[in-house]
């Protein structure tokens, strides 16, 4: 059977996770092979360890060698570059149509990759589906639309489309945040989106993570502009989105076979969207 996609999950310091992820892959595969009105295809795991301190790798190898019925590649990356880079490199050896992204410490649910897959195989002028996302946590319902409008993670992509964009950032400026969003932005500005009401995704709450860290935030009304200080993206993030997204409309030439431009796209009025005084107004929720 030809290989119909592949789902990168970065991962950094996750021992105690990333077999869980990886079990909510397997479910999701049982589930798309299930589903008569799909098309089949392999979908190939890569696990990519940004440099844990722990043995996250070692547990993805052992979950690999576990469930031999997948194809399971675990590379592990002398320095630590962040989740950006960790998932293009994953990108990198990726086979196959279609590109899934999942954080190790989050899950998918059952109908992740056959939503997609069907959705793209019967929409070839869209670029990416995107779901909704299951929040594990107590946050205010206003929250949930922004947090799937800044995630990658709900995303079915044409791998064509994120070569395209040249994935995710990677300069020193965006460790600290704001790639998800960044690339959400290129792809949006890029290509046709189809968004669905259904959640396949789970976000999941732990201790000290993305979802830890905002969780006040997010338990108050989304209008209550108080607490966004912390938002606004850094003055290099906000010049390189520009810039990528200034050279978006001139690669006419890169454009991948398939999925049609949105339209003739003015960078401009795009980041205008992106770049007001309340500049999260979409896009509130980093990774």
Avoid at 1 to 28: F, K, Q
Wanted: proline share 6%.
């Amino acid at each position: 059977m030809s290989t119909i996609g592949t789902v990168v999950i970065p991962c950094y310091g996750m021992a105690s996770m990333v077999e869980r992820a990886l079990d909510s892959v397997a479910a999701a595969i049982a589930f798309h092979r299930h589903v008569p009105f799909a098309r089949q295809g392999d979908i190939r795991i890569v696990v990519v360890d940004d440099a844990s301190p722990d043995d996250s790798a070692d547990r993805a190898i052992l979950w690999g060698r576990r469930h031999r019925e997948f194809e399971v590649l675990a590379i592990r990356s002398t320095r630590n570059r962040g989740a950006g880079a960790a998932r293009n490199i994953g990108a990198g050896v990726a086979e196959g149509e279609y590109l899934w992204f999942l954080d190790a410490d989050d899950e998918l649910l059952p109908p992740h990759f056959a939503a997609g897959i069907v959705t793209l195989d019967n929409a070839p002028s869209v670029g990416a589906f995107c779901s909704q996302i299951e929040v594990a946590a107590d946050i205010h319902p206003e929250w949930k639309p922004a947090i799937g409008n800044s995630s990658v993670f709900n995303l079915c992509i044409r791998r064509a489309c994120h070569e395209y964009i040249g994935g995710f950032p990677e300069t020193e400026c965006f460790r600290l945040g704001f790639e998800d969003i960044a690339y959400r932005l290129f792809l949006s500005a890029a290509f046709k989106l189809m968004k669905s009401d259904i959640a396949t995704v789970r976000y999941i709450w732990r201790p000290g993570n993305a979802l830890d860290r905002q969780l006040q935030k997010l338990r108050r009304p989304f209008g209550d502009r108080s607490l966004f200080g912390e938002d606004r993206a850094p003055e290099e993030v906000s010049a390189y989105i520009a810039s990528v997204l200034r050279s978006l409309p001139q690669r006419t030439d890169e454009l991948p076979h398939g999925p049609p431009r949105r339209r003739p796209v003015d960078a401009r009025d795009e980041w205008a969207s992106f770049a007001g005084a309340r500049f999260f107004d979409q896009y509130v929720v980093r990774a």
